[in-house]
């Protein structure tokens, strides 16, 4: 373990020094090449910023985990990874998203398009036998059919690509949340022993922390801000789902049962999902498309109650630090589904707070 911990910060370590070195090139590139971010009446920012950032993601943290497995099948004298259907499905799949978001981010997809491409993408994970056959008890229901199970799988997917992708709107908040979430996933796959996981979560989160300093305190003037685009939060998504799915599937083969395994997942993600949610019900009930973007997501809100940025970031911050150490400490005591209940309650109420604050502020 103390070896596997120390590839882990070393994959951390490349990843965040990769992430530093690419990212100004990217950005004096997007300058070269007039690829910006144009300001307009929905977005929040008021100068043109690159939208590429998310490009350096994937190679950044490839390149950092092939080093640091390379590295640890030394030192343990062993090969780690085993090269099996799902791993080429889920990297075709991967491929798939990162190349269509970055298709978008230079001369723009249309979103039926990035849609089609994502359900495609999705469903190749469940044909490799990689999909949610176990609901631990949600709903009073446990082992699901094949078919139930693939369906759900593919529709996890593609809602939770979509959810980081929604809820990039502000500085620093989908790269936030990632984090969070992949240091929650980091951990659920170490309790498990799985460090080949570990190691590449690890690598992540090394290249999102290096996107974070110049998403939040980057100068846009200066030239030294820059957003992580479709390329980006498509490709975060993507992988979180798999590590939702990868985490929550019952396999005795790679994992002891572990009845919490599907509610600490979705624990780690109920910011963007809930948000997701509601946003969704506010354009039926508006009868809005459902690709049409607005300005209706829970940091909008924030800021509309008197927030900044700044101030709206750190607020979501710590719900989402909220509901993980909530749901975590009642995990053992109450089942999923009433937890999951209580968090749609909470979530409900804390709308209802920011509404007040709106008002409030209206009426100033």
Aim: charged letters at 15%.
């Amino acid at each position: 373990m103390n070896s596997a911990l120390f590839f882990m910060l070393g994959a951390f370590v490349v990843s965040c020094v990769c992430g530093f070195i690419f990212i100004p090139l990217i950005m004096n590139f997007c300058q070269r090449n007039n690829l910006y971010d144009i300001p307009n009446s929905r977005k929040e920012h008021h100068n043109p910023v690159p939208r590429l950032g998310g490009i350096c993601f994937l190679p950044s943290s490839l390149l950092a985990f092939i080093i640091a497995l390379s590295v640890f099948d030394r030192v343990t004298g062993k090969e780690q990874i085993v090269i099996g259907v799902w791993t080429c499905m889920f990297c075709i799949s991967l491929l798939l998203i990162y190349g269509v978001g970055l298709v978008d981010d230079i001369v723009s997809v249309s979103p039926r398009t990035k849609f089609i491409v994502q359900i495609v993408a999705a469903s190749l994970i469940p044909l490799s036998g990689l999909y949610i056959n176990n609901l631990y008890g949600f709903m009073g229901i446990h082992e699901l059919p094949y078919w139930v199970g693939v369906l759900l799988t593919v529709f996890i997917f593609v809602f939770i690509d979509n959810a980081i992708n929604l809820i990039d709107g502000i500085d620093g908040l989908a790269g936030s949340l990632s984090l969070i979430a992949f240091g929650g996933f980091l951990y659920c796959f170490a309790k498990e022993g799985l460090w080949v996981y570990c190691i590449m979560i690890a690598g992540l989160m090394g290249v999102l922390v290096s996107y974070l300093y110049f998403n939040i305190w980057g100068k846009a003037e200066k030239n030294r801000k820059i957003f992580m685009g479709d390329s980006g939060s498509l490709s975060l998504g993507f992988i979180l789902a798999f590590l939702l799915v990868k985490y929550s599937m019952d396999n005795p083969n790679v994992m002891p049962y572990r009845k919490d395994c599907l509610l600490l997942s979705y624990t780690l993600l109920v910011v963007p999902v809930f948000d997701v949610v509601r946003v969704i019900f506010k354009r039926l009930k508006l009868r809005k498309p459902l690709f049409h973007a607005d300005k209706n997501h829970v940091h909008h809100k924030l800021m509309r109650a008197g927030l900044s940025q700044r101030g709206a970031l750190n607020v979501i911050i710590v719900l989402a630090l909220f509901f993980v150490a909530f749901n975590y400490l009642l995990a053992d005591y109450i089942r999923i589904t009433y937890i999951a209940l209580i968090d749609v309650l909470l979530y409900t109420l804390f709308h209802l707070v920011v509404n007040r604050f709106i008002r409030f502020a209206g009426e100033k």
